[in-house]
């Protein structure tokens, strides 16, 4: 059995995280990431150099025409970005439709022809009331599809599916990682905003484990 594996990266602190734990499982870790039209491409270049530094294969997959399809999202449209938290109803503007079911897809059939038994996917609990593709109804179901779909079974593993952010940062910085090597707001500004639903979650989980997050911001 191939030792190989297929992580959806996306330049985060969550996919980087999932990135790093891949490493640490002993697996052959292919990285994939992809520009599907969002609004900047920020973290795109974090993931680049990241996966440079560690010396892995990082495929960035240019699927910004698919955007014609998955409109009115915040993070693909010209709709104002929300501020607030991830509980507020404004935030439900940030869901890309079918995203994940997409780039999953995409991430399997590049398992497939790598031979990879597996899919890393960095869902976790915190997204499961907005995101309704993070949520492990959809990661259940969409792995039970994934075992089905091509002559070659591969399973979606997601590790921290029931963990918050923070039970993520907190396993991360377990591993010694540096989260200055991720890019988490949905501005790709110089600095970070500190305002959007993705800065005030990142926040919080730095101020759930009681240290400071190594990004520069705004606010």
């Known amino acids: 059995m191939t030792n190989k594996a297929v992580v959806v990266y996306s330049g985060g602190m969550d996919s980087f995280t999932v990135l790093n734990k891949a490493i ?4 052959d870790v ?3 990431s992809f520009n599907y039209g ?3 491409s920020k973290e ?10 560690l010396n892995i294969p990082h495929k960035v997959v240019n699927i910004s025409a698919i955007n014609e399809l998955m ?3 915040s993070l693909t449209d010209e709709i104002e970005i929300p501020e607030g938290h991830y509980a507020e109803e404004s935030m439900k503007s940030t869901v890309v439709p079918n995203r994940n079911m997409v780039l999953l897809s995409m991430a399997i059939a590049y398992a497939v022809s ?3 038994p597996e899919v890393y996917y960095g869902a976790h609990s915190g997204d499961h009331h907005i995101y309704p593709d993070c949520r492990p109804a959809f990661v259940n179901a969409m792995n039970d599809v994934s075992k ?4 070659q079974s591969v399973e979606i593993v997601t590790p921290y599916l029931s963990n918050s952010k923070g039970d993520i940062l907190e396993d991360g910085l377990t591993m010694g990682l540096n989260y200055a090597n991720t890019w988490t707001c949905y501005n790709g500004r110089e600095k970070a905003c500190g305002k959007c639903g993705a800065c005030t979650e990142r926040l919080e989980a730095f101020s759930e484990q009681n240290t400071t997050d190594p990004l520069a911001y705004e606010v």
């Open 44 to 53: 795109l270049i974090v993931a680049a150099k990241v996966c440079q530094d």
């Open 114 to 116: 790598l031979e990879a």
């Open 148 to 151: 089905i779909a091509n002559y």
């Open 38 to 40: 969002q609004r900047h």
């Open 30 to 32: 292919y990285a994939l």
């Open 71 to 73: 409109a009115g999202s």
């Open 24 to 27: 640490k499982d002993g697996k």
